[in-house]
């Protein structure tokens, strides 16, 4: 006979001889099968398979072979996997898959701004199979590249002309599906043009980062992205593997929180401080926080007490067959936890309001269609300042820059503190882009000038700006925009070298 390929359909009838690569591992599994030769064969195989894998640790697990007939041999897991997902094949040669569409929430002013791409399937007797248990099973069968490409393509065909009021469509991708970016992608950015989807609307999200271990390689294929004017979100930030290093290597525009990390965090405060620095240090990065699994009020509440941009949950609204007007976000009172750094209504240390307050003026703003500007300011040498002369002497600085601010913005716009070192300005009716660089250039050089008038060290703020409708048209996207263009200064100056 001859061997098997890897990821070819198991019969579910022949079975499976087992064999470990550890000696403890292998008396284990003797004391589990009772039988000298480690043997699974006839129509229950796959079951006692599962019910041997179940009974040992995961560490065990992973050291278990499992040879099929004609020789061919993987681990247990991914043949138990295929043994129990015998329908993959014909899901995906037969056309069975489609999308479920799940809204996504801007959290300060409760309209829906994106839809994630949620991939379904359909098998014997009208069974839906979800995306988790696709995805599990083109892993174990080898065909992940095949799931990945049909389902970019379906998320645009399905929601082709759907997108009426400018929302975003998030598409996930596996990042070790797209070996060659230029020629693995060349059929989404076809099919993009075909259905009439921008791709400036279209965010393509990491799923399972870590399984990618060559982080150059991945930054090449968020560039390739990026140079066809895609946006990028990170997928489960904060689980065992996807951890805060990859916000400040890979510079996603939005960053989706691990939902184990998020649910419940009304009943836990020490979660709920760990969930709201990070939130914060995204911030710092220019980078959008969404929050998934919103599934009650004290959810969606404590999303919002955090300064969370995004949520996405049942509550909020379950997914969909097809992409259809939601219903604004419920509305919850929030009571801020702490006005400090990461509050709602404003900063104790300078007296500005804070960004959730920020926010709002904006989309106000907005709403009556007019242009905004905003800007972002980072005191670039704040944290040497610290460093040097103390945290006392840092306060000082903050609160000399915040009444800069305000001197020199006056009844022309607003000025917040964002958290940290940033700084938030709007601008209303700013007649041009040009007009908004020089006015950040002048509210720079007046945050050193008053520094030094009062004795204290130059804090050298760089400044990035966003413009509506060119860079956005509400709060959040005018916000990241503009802390993008700041990073980006921080390697090619804005204001000074």
Same mark, same amino acid.
């Given at each position: 006979?001859?061997?098997?390929?890897?990821?070819?359909?198991?019969?579910?009838?022949?079975?499976?001889?087992?064999?470990?690569?550890?000696?403890?591992?292998?008396?284990?599994?003797?004391?589990?099968?009772?039988?000298?030769?480690?043997?699974?064969?006839?129509?229950?195989?796959?079951?006692?398979?599962?019910?041997?894998?179940?009974?040992?640790?995961?560490?065990?697990?992973?050291?278990?072979?499992?040879?099929?007939?004609?020789?061919?041999?993987?681990?247990?897991?991914?043949?138990?996997?295929?043994?129990?997902?015998?329908w993959l094949p014909a899901l995906l040669d037969d056309g069975d898959l489609f999308m479920a569409y799940q809204p996504i929430v801007d959290l300060s002013s409760g309209r829906t701004v994106a839809y994630e791409a949620l991939v379904r399937?359909?098998?014997?007797?009208?069974?839906?199979?979800?995306?988790?248990?696709?995805?599990?099973?083109?892993?174990?069968?080898?065909?992940?590249?095949?799931?990945?490409?049909? $389902?970019?393509?379906?998320?645009?065909?399905?929601?082709? $002309?759907?997108?009426?009021?400018?929302?975003?469509?998030f598409v996930n991708f596996d990042p070790m599906s797209v070996y060659d970016p230029e020629v693995c992608l060349r059929n989404t950015w076809a099919t993009a043009r075909k259905v009439g989807i921008g791709i400036e609307q279209v965010c393509?999200?990491?799923? %399972?980062?870590?399984?990618?271990?060559?982080? %150059?390689?991945?930054?090449?294929?968020?560039?390739?992205?990026?140079?066809?004017?895609?946006?990028?979100?990170?997928?489960?930030?904060?689980?065992?593997?996807?951890?805060?290093?990859?916000?400040?290597?890979?510079?996603? %525009?939005?960053?989706?929180?691990?939902?184990?990390?998020?649910?419940?965090?009304?009943?836990?405060?020490?979660?709920?401080?760990?969930? $709201?620095? !990070?939130?914060?240090?995204?911030?710092?990065?220019?980078?959008?926080?969404?929050?998934?699994?919103?599934?009650?009020?004290?959810?969606?509440?404590?999303?919002?007490?955090?300064?969370?941009?995004?949520?996405?949950?049942?509550?909020?609204?379950?997914?969909?067959?097809?992409?259809?007007?939601?219903?604004?976000?419920?509305?919850?009172?929030?009571?801020?936890?702490?006005?400090?750094v990461l509050g709602l209504s404003g900063d104790e240390l300078t007296g500005l309001p804070a960004r959730r307050a920020f926010q709002g003026h904006v989309e106000g703003l907005l709403a009556t269609g007019r242009s905004v500007s905003v800007? !972002?300011?980072?005191?670039?040498?704040?944290?040497?300042?610290?460093?040097?002369?103390?945290?006392?002497?840092?306060?000082?600085?903050? !609160?000399?820059?915040?009444?800069?601010?305000?001197?020199?913005?006056?009844?022309?716009? !607003?000025?917040?503190?964002?958290?940290?070192?940033?700084?938030?300005?709007?601008?209303? %009716?700013?007649?041009?882009?040009?007009?908004?660089?020089?006015?950040?250039?002048?509210?720079?050089?007046?945050?050193?000038?008053?520094?030094?008038?009062?004795?204290?060290?130059?804090?050298?703020?760089?400044? $990035?700006?966003?413009?509506?409708?060119?860079?956005?048209?509400?709060?959040?996207?005018?916000?990241?925009?503009?802390?993008?263009?700041?990073?980006?200064?921080?390697?090619?100056?804005?204001?000074?070298?």
């Amino acid at each position: 006979m001859v061997p098997a390929t890897e990821g070819e359909p198991v019969n579910p009838s022949h079975g499976v001889t087992l064999r470990a690569t550890q000696p403890h591992v292998s008396r284990r599994l003797a004391a589990l099968l009772g039988d000298a030769e480690p043997v699974l064969a006839g129509p229950t195989w796959v079951d006692e398979l599962y019910e041997t894998l179940a009974a040992m640790t995961p560490s065990e697990r992973s050291v278990v072979r499992a040879q099929e007939p004609g020789g061919h041999e993987d681990s247990a897991d991914n043949v138990l996997q295929r043994g129990r997902s015998p329908w993959l094949p014909a899901l995906l040669d037969d056309g069975d898959l489609f999308m479920a569409y799940q809204p996504i929430v801007d959290l300060s002013s409760g309209r829906t701004v994106a839809y994630e791409a949620l991939v379904r399937g359909s098998i014997a007797d009208d069974e839906t199979v979800a995306g988790y248990q696709i995805v599990a099973a083109a892993r174990a069968h080898d065909r992940i590249r095949q799931l990945d490409e049909t $389902g970019r393509r379906l998320a645009l065909e399905q929601a082709a $002309g759907a997108l009426e009021g400018g929302e975003r469509l998030f598409v996930n991708f596996d990042p070790m599906s797209v070996y060659d970016p230029e020629v693995c992608l060349r059929n989404t950015w076809a099919t993009a043009r075909k259905v009439g989807i921008g791709i400036e609307q279209v965010c393509f999200e990491i799923v %399972d980062a870590d399984r990618c271990p060559d982080v %150059d390689f991945l930054s090449r294929v968020i560039e390739s992205f990026r140079a066809e004017g895609a946006t990028i979100a990170l997928q489960n930030l904060g689980s065992e593997r996807t951890g805060v290093n990859y916000l400040r290597e890979l510079r996603p %525009d939005v960053v989706k929180l691990e939902r184990r990390l998020t649910t419940g965090l009304e009943h836990e405060s020490a979660r709920r401080d760990l969930v $709201g620095a !990070m939130i914060a240090y995204a911030h710092e990065l220019g980078i959008a926080v969404g929050i998934v699994g919103i599934e009650t009020e004290g959810d969606l509440r404590c999303a919002r007490e955090l300064a969370a941009d995004m949520g996405q949950g049942f509550y909020l609204g379950p997914p969909a067959p097809r992409i259809q007007a939601a219903d604004p976000a419920p509305v919850v009172t929030v009571e801020p936890r702490d006005p400090g750094v990461l509050g709602l209504s404003g900063d104790e240390l300078t007296g500005l309001p804070a960004r959730r307050a920020f926010q709002g003026h904006v989309e106000g703003l907005l709403a009556t269609g007019r242009s905004v500007s905003v800007l !972002m300011l980072e005191l670039r040498a704040f944290k040497r300042i610290t460093d040097l002369l103390g945290q006392d002497v840092g306060d000082r600085v903050l !609160m000399t820059v915040a009444d800069a601010l305000r001197r020199e913005v006056g009844e022309a716009g !607003m000025v917040a503190r964002l958290t940290g070192d940033q700084f938030l300005v709007a601008l209303d %009716d700013v007649r041009s882009g040009d007009e908004t660089g020089a006015f950040g250039r002048r509210l720079a050089e007046r945050v050193d000038a008053a520094a030094l008038e009062s004795e204290l060290p130059a804090p050298h703020p760089s400044v $990035g700006v966003a413009n509506s409708p060119a860079d956005g048209n509400d709060s959040g996207t005018l916000i990241r925009h503009a802390g993008a263009t700041l990073h980006r200064a921080d390697e090619r100056p804005l204001i000074r070298p």
